[in-house]
């Protein structure tokens, strides 16, 4: 179908004088009510009649689902229907068809657009929503729709949208990573006196990636233990090898334990263990100076760089040299546990020590692969800070599914933006059946 419309629009424009800002905000204001919202339904309403009087002719290439074996389609009512979109409310008085034959009765344009019986919403505006409340509050979100569109949506009917739908999913595909991350943030969630459920509740995350670079998110949970999630992450994987060749975690203890069979090896965040050294020391009751320099310290020792070249084209010398700083670099994390020894920092000590082992696991692990693997977290914390920033400063009440969804929006809109769009193309079916072009508009005589 083919069809040329053409604008009728009554512009009043007073000699007394106004501004150009003015007539921008009022031309704004009645495309974003009227105009947009009115052109999608006269399309549709143009493209039911050809419908429909192609139907009761007994032509056209498409026809609806049959209700019997010979149905033939004769004119019967309009219903009149509403549908929000991003353009504002669609208006659409759609025929309905009676088949002569069996009595039945059809709605030709919404079985066209495959459209829910009671469907008052388009994807698109779903989709809108999705994308805003994921960047701010559903009390905001609200208002800011009202705001920018004229888009009606109350933030109880936005929260409905979003926790039923789908557009959380995260598909990982059965890959097997190289490196795993694995961290947790706390929340205010929603208290329970029943169930004795307090309001600290946390979300914790993991993401892979590949060796090529590909980043694979395997999901974030609240209200699960590191050892559900480890086997939840083990159930997406081919079961014959682990998930992920190396794990760089924090050191929680609890993350550790949890996910050791998910991973060959673990590596210890640098920038972790020095950071919580600081709280360490100061539980010991350290001065602010001592502590300062004992980071700094423990900072200089965990700096050894490897070769940016495969280790295949690295003369053995060189690796041996990197071995060889290795067991130096140990060396010196031992004398500065003796150090906190000495000077009554036990705990400190203790932490130092119980971190060790896991320090230099990157550097083990690029001598067995050729692989330069990350020694810090860097890449899951800037996905925790987004996480944190919507869980903890925008809002506060979560239920633990839904403080969980949220995080899955968050983690697929940043680490595979193209799965996230693909998922709307697929639910728009944005196929190029659809091409409008702009000719102008002309003064009426």
Known sequence: MQKTLSLELVGCLSDKGFSLDELVVRVKDLFEQEGMAGVVGLLSSLFDEELALRLTLGGGSWRPKPCCKEPKYALHSRDARRFRTSVGEVRIAWRRLRCVRCGKSVVPLREFLQLPKYQSKTAE????????????????????????????????????????????????????????????????????????????????????????????????????????????????????????????????????????????????????????????????KATKSERRAMQTRLAGVLGIELPAEDFKHVPEEDKACIEQKTRQAEDKIDELIGELLGKGYGEAAAYVRNAKDRLFTYVRFWLATGLISPRASSMIERIMREIGRRLKRIAFGWSERGAAKMARIIIKRITTAGEWQAYWNDRLRIQDNVILFYRGIKVAS
């Open 125 to 284: 505006l779903e989709q809108a929503v999705a994308e805003v409340v994921s960047e701010q509050s559903y009390r905001r979100t609200f208002r800011h729709l009202a705001l920018i569109g004229e888009i009606p949506v109350p933030k109880s009917t936005a929260h409905r949208w979003v926790m039923e739908s789908d557009c959380d999913e995260l598909k990982t595909d059965g890959k097997v990573v190289d490196v795993l991350f694995a961290d947790g943030t706390g929340y205010k969630r929603r208290p329970d006196p029943t169930t004795k459920q307090n309001n600290r509740g946390e979300v914790r995350v993991a993401l892979g990636v590949t060796s090529d670079g590909t980043v694979v998110s395997f999901g974030a949970w609240s209200g699960e233990s590191w050892e559900e999630i480890g086997q939840a992450i083990r159930k997406n994987t081919v079961d014959v090898e682990p998930a992920a060749k190396l794990l760089v975690s924090d050191g929680e203890a609890a993350l550790a334990e949890g996910l050791a069979h998910v991973a060959n090896a673990q590596q210890r965040s640098h920038w972790h263990t020095v950071h919580y050294l600081d709280r360490t020391m100061w539980k010991d």
